[in-house]
C-alpha cells in the first residue's frame, strides 16, 4: 500500500500512532472516549519485556501432502521400523493431518532460501520468483516462464531485457536443513556433485523402482536405505524424522533409515521439564565431574533470568542440591541414562539412580582388582594380548578354553550356566534395539550371580578353605578371570571407560542348567542376615532340597557366616540349633528348613527385628487370603495363577510359622 494514503501518519512508530489517531478523532470531533479491556492477554517476551505484535509478511511453503503419504506408508510396510512401537500411532497421526509446511525464516543465520526475485527493465512485466542454485541460472529460468506476449516487449538481446537479480533474504528453516542430513551424509555422489540423485543399489532396492544414477559414493550401496539406525529424542519425531523421510524418499527415492530408536524426554526427577527459570537443570558435565553449589549458581548467574526467575531458581537449587554435585563419573550416568529409556514416556532425572550406578561402576572396579590380585598369586597370566587381534579373529575366552570340565564343582558349572543365559539374552536385546535390557541383564548378572554368589563362594577356596566347596583355586581364579573379561566387552557400549577393551564376545557351551539350586540355600542364608526371620530361598531348589542341604552343609555354614546351622523337616526340629535369639531360619520348600545360629557378636540387636518382619508376613497373606476370596478372582483368574497363589499362600504360612517357634 502506497504510503502517500497515510498522509501526516505516514512513516511513524505505532506508539506514536496511537497518540497521533486519538488526536485525530478528537479534533474531528468523532472520539467517544476510552474504556479498560476486560481480561486482555498482551503477549510479551519473556526476556526483554517487549509486547509481542504479530507481522504478515510473505512465506514460502513445502506442499507436503504426497511427500506425507509416501512417508506414512514407509511405516506401515515396515520399510521403517519404529521402536518402541507405541510410536507408529503417533507417526500416522501426524502424516494424515500434516499441513504445508512454512520454510521461512527471519533470522540472520542459516541456510538461505533459493530463490531469486527477477525484474525487468521493460515495464509493464511482472517480476517472476524461481528457485535456482545461482543468479545465472535464475535469468534463464526466468526468461523461459515468460509468455510469447511478455517475450514480445523485451529487448532481443536477454541480459538487457533483466533488470535486476534479489535473492531472498529469508533462510530455511532448521528443521528442512537437518532434513538434509541422510542426503548429504549417505547419498553424495563425487562423480555427480550432488546428493539429490537416487542412488545405485546392488540390488535395485528402492520404494519406486529404484532408479539408476548417482549415488557413487554410498556406502551403504546394498541396503534398503540410505543408513541402517537412527537414534533421538521421540519428541522432534515429526519436526525432524519425519521430515528427513519425506525429503529423502522424494529425492534418493529409497528411506533415509531401517529403523528409528526412540528414547523419551529427560526431565526432572519430580517429571517437570527442565528449565534455567525452575532452577532443575542438571548439566552432564556437572554430573560427570562434579561441582560445588557455588558453581551451580554460578551457571545460573550467565543466563538470561529475571532477577525474580533468578532468586526464585537460586532458593530451589539450594533445596535440590545443598551440598551440590558429587563427582560421578561418564560411565555412571551413561549407564543410568540407558537404564531409564525403559520408561517410554519420559525419564525422571534423580541423582540417586546415577548414585547407584556409581556404585556398581565401584563394584566391578573393585572385582576387577581382587580377581587379578589372586590370579597374579596364582600365577595365572591375566593378560589377554596373545589372543589374535586380526579383523577375522573370532574372539575366545582363552583362560576357559584351558579347564578340563571334570574339574568344575557345581558352583562352577551354575557360574557359567547363567553366563551362557546372560549372553543370550544381552545379544537378543543388543539385536533387536533393546539396550536397556541389555544393560540390565549384565549388571544384574555382575551384582548376583558373579558377585553375591560365585566370588562369595570362591573366596573359600582362594583363601584355602578348600574342604568345603572343593573348588580347585587355579580352576577358580581362571573362571573368575575369563567370566569378567566377557562381562567388560559385553559392557563396553555402555561404560567404554571402564571396561577393557572393545571386542565382541563369543557365546560358548552352556553348564547344567539344574547346577543353579545347589547354592540358593547358601545364598538365601548368607543375603537374610541381620534380620533373624524366616525367609525363603529360591523356588528352584524344591527337588531334592532336605538331600542337597545335608550334602553342602558345611559349605553353607562357611558361606552364610553362621556360628552353627541344621538341616531339617518341619517335623524334627528338637535337636541341635534352637529357637531362640539369634537364631534364623531359612525355609527351602514347605516342608524343609535350614536353622542357622548367629555369633554373639551379630546376635546383639536381631531379636527385636523378628516381630516386625511377622507382622509384614501376616498383613501379606492377609491381603493374598482377601484376593483368592474375591468373586472376580474366582471367575476369571487362570487355574495356573490360582495354583500359583495358593503355593504362595503355604510358604507365607510356613514362614509365619517357623519365625514363631
Not at 31 to 42: C, P
Not at 341 to 368: E, G, P, R
Request: net charge neutral; proline share 3%; charged share 25%.
Amino acid at each position: 500500500m502506497a504510503r502517500a494514503h497515510f498522509g501526516a501518519f505516514a512513516g511513524k512508530s505505532r506508539w506514536e500512532m496511537r497518540a497521533a489517531v486519538v488526536d485525530a478523532l478528537v479534533a474531528a470531533g468523532a472520539y467517544a472516549g476510552k474504556r479498560d479491556a476486560e481480561q486482555s492477554v498482551v503477549s510479551r517476551c519473556s526476556r526483554s519485556g517487549d509486547i509481542i505484535e504479530p507481522m504478515l509478511m510473505p512465506q514460502w511453503y513445502l506442499r507436503c501432502g504426497e511427500m506425507a503419504q509416501r512417508a506414512n506408508d514407509l511405516v506401515a510396510t515396515g520399510l521403517i521400523e519404529l521402536l518402541p512401537a507405541q510410536q507408529r500411532a503417533s507417526w500416522h497421526r501426524w502424516m494424515s493431518g500434516i499441513e504445508d509446511w512454512c520454510v521461512s525464516r527471519q533470522l540472520w543465520w542459516g541456510h538461505r532460501i533459493p530463490v531469486y526475485r527477477v525484474s525487468w527493465s521493460a515495464g509493464g512485466i511482472r517480476d517472476v520468483w524461481v528457485a535456482a542454485e545461482s543468479s545465472d541460472q535464475a535469468k534463464a529460468k526466468a526468461l523461459a516462464r515468460l509468455s510469447a506476449a511478455e517475450r514480445a516487449e523485451i529487448p532481443s538481446a536477454d541480459e538487457d531485457a533483466i533488470g535486476a537479480v534479489h535473492q531472498d533474504e529469508d533462510v530455511l528453516d532448521t528443521w528442512f536443513s537437518s532434513a538434509l542430513l541422510p542426503l548429504t551424509t549417505f547419498n553424495y555422489s563425487s562423480e555427480h556433485k550432488t546428493a539429490l540423485a537416487p542412488p545405485r543399489h546392488a540390488d535395485g532396492a528402492g520404494i519406486s523402482g529404484g532408479g539408476g544414477g548417482g549415488g557413487g559414493d554410498n556406502s551403504n550401496s546394498s541396503s534398503r536405505a540410505l543408513s541402517s539406525v537412527l537414534e533421538t529424542g521421540q519428541d522432534i519425531l515429526f519436526f525432524w524424522v519425519a521430515r528427513m523421510a519425506m525429503l529423502c524418499t522424494h529425492f534418493s527415492q529409497v528411506p533415509p533409515f531401517e529403523k528409528v530408536l526412540l528414547h523419551p524426554m529427560v526431565r526432572d526427577s519430580q517429571g517437570r521439564k527442565m528449565s534455567k527459570s525452575l532452577g532443575n537443570i542438571i548439566d552432564p558435565m556437572d554430573v560427570i565431574n562434579g561441582a560445588g553449589l557455588a558453581k551451580l549458581e554460578e551457571t545460573l548467574t550467565r543466563g538470561h533470568l529475571s532477577e525474580q526467575e533468578l532468586s526464585r531458581s537460586v532458593r530451589e537449587l539450594k533445596r535440590l542440591y545443598p551440598q551440590g554435585l558429587q563427582r560421578f563419573g561418564a560411565d555412571a550416568l551413561r549407564l543410568t541414562l540407558l537404564l531409564y529409556t525403559q520408561q517410554t514416556q519420559q525419564i525422571n532425572m534423580s541423582l540417586d539412580s546415577v548414585k547407584a550406578s556409581y556404585h556398581f561402576c565401584n563394584k566391578l572396579w573393585n572385582t576387577f582388582r581382587f580377581v587379578h590380585a589372586h590370579a597374579a598369586r596364582l600365577g595365572i597370566q591375566t593378560s589377554n594380548a596373545d589372543i589374535g587381534t586380526g579383523a577375522d579373529t573370532e574372539y575366545s575366552p582363552v583362560w576357559l578354553l584351558g579347564i578340563d570340565s571334570a574339574q568344575l564343582t557345581v558352583f562352577d558349572r551354575a557360574l557359567l550356566s547363567k553366563l551362557w543365559g546372560m549372553l543370550q539374552t544381552y545379544h537378543n536385546a543388543m539385536d533387536t534395539c533393546r539396550i536397556a535390557a541389555a544393560a540390565e541383564t549384565v549388571r544384574e548378572f555382575v551384582q548376583r550371580e558373579l558377585c553375591d554368589r560365585y566370588i562369595e563362594v570362591s573366596k573359600l577356596a582362594l583363601f584355602g578353605k578348600t574342604n568345603a566347596t572343593r573348588q580347585d583355586p587355579s580352576v577358580a581364579a581362571k573362571i573368575l578371570l575369563g567370566t569378567l573379561d566377557i562381562v567388560l566387552r559385553a559392557l563396553h557400549p555402555f561404560m567404554p571407560f571402564l571396561s577393557l577393551k572393545q571386542q565382541h564376545p563369543a557365546c560358548f557351551g552352556a553348564g547344567d542348567a539344574g547346577d543353579e539350586p545347589r547354592i540358593s540355600i547358601a545364598v538365601s542364608m548368607r543375603s537374610q542376615q541381620g534380620e533373624r526371620d524366616a525367609h525363603s530361598c529360591t523356588a528352584g531348589v524344591a527337588r531334592g532340597a532336605l538331600e542337597i542341604a545335608e550334602r553342602h552343609a558345611e559349605c553353607i555354614r562357611l558361606m552364610s557366616r553362621e556360628a552353627a546351622i541344621r538341616i531339617c523337616t518341619v517335623d524334627d526340629r528338637s535337636s541341635g540349633v534352637g529357637a531362640g535369639e539369634g537364631v534364623g531360619v531359612v525355609v527351602v520348600t514347605a516342608d524343609v528348613r535350614v536353622i542357622g545360629q548367629l555369633r554373639a557378636s551379630q546376635a546383639a540387636g536381631a531379636a527385636g527385628r523378628t516381630a516386625g518382619a511377622v507382622a509384614r508376613l501376616e498383613a501379606e497373606l492377609d491381603k493374598a487370603r482377601r484376593t483368592a476370596a474375591s468373586e472376580g478372582y474366582r471367575q476369571r483368574a487362570p487355574a495356573a495363577v490360582k495354583e500359583a497363589d495358593r503355593r504362595r499362600m503355604a510358604m507365607l504360612e510356613a514362614k509365619i510359622a517357623a519365625s514363631r517357634r
